[in-house]
């Protein structure tokens, strides 16, 4: 069994409130997870931020676990830190996502953040774009893979929940899930499952 020590991030994080305001008690009561058969299930729904919020407190857990994991991952992988990962995801995402994935990346953030895991705006960008960081740009900007070599037969276990997003405005995903992917404008799926 590997042991890890996490690296705290440099990136500044708001400290988690102490008491939910009445909005967003209201936010949360359109939103609830349940688990079924070994799977979380996330219910949200309203605007990108309200539905960010309900993902980011629902999945407060999840979300700290995933960054513990992505950090070590990270590390042992390319032997950067997570956070130089963060740095370059602000320098190519912001001006390439709609306001509506911004709206809601920044409204996952604050949830998570409110629920007791801090988690900035270019943590959770970051960790939404691992996938195309650590296996397209990265190879790109040093020369090779992760780990330097490729993995054959690997097969991506994410799947799509398809529905007219923006017109009803809720959605229910299977989760551990992926934040919106920032390669999807079309606002009418959303990425889970990794």
């Not at 993995?151 to 934040?179: K, M």
Request: aromatic share 10%; glycine share 8%; with cysteine.
């Amino acid at each position: 069994m590997i042991k890890s020590k996490f690296v705290p991030s440099r990136h500044p994080l708001t400290p988690p409130a102490a008491s939910l305001s009445q909005h967003e008690q209201a936010t949360l009561a359109k939103a609830y997870r349940t688990a079924r058969n070994g799977w979380l299930y996330l219910h949200i729904e309203g605007a990108p931020e309200e539905r960010g919020f309900q993902h980011g407190y629902l999945m407060a857990a999840e979300i700290r676990e995933i960054l513990e994991m992505t950090r070590f991952v990270t590390k042992f992988s390319t032997g950067e830190e997570f956070d130089y990962f963060v740095d370059e995801a602000m320098k190519m995402y912001p001006n390439l996502l709609d306001d509506e994935i911004i709206a809601e990346i920044k409204g996952i953030a604050e949830g998570s953040t409110k629920a007791g895991v801090p988690l900035s705006f270019a943590q959770a960008l970051a960790w939404n774009a691992n996938i195309e960081m650590m296996w397209s740009w990265w190879p790109m900007v040093k020369g090779k893979p992760p780990g330097g070599r490729l993995l054959r037969h690997h097969h991506c276990s994410a799947f799509i929940v398809n529905l007219l997003q923006r017109e009803v405005g809720r959605a229910d995903t299977a989760a551990p899930r992926r934040i919106p992917s920032s390669g999807n404008s079309s606002g009418r799926s959303i990425e889970s499952l990794t």
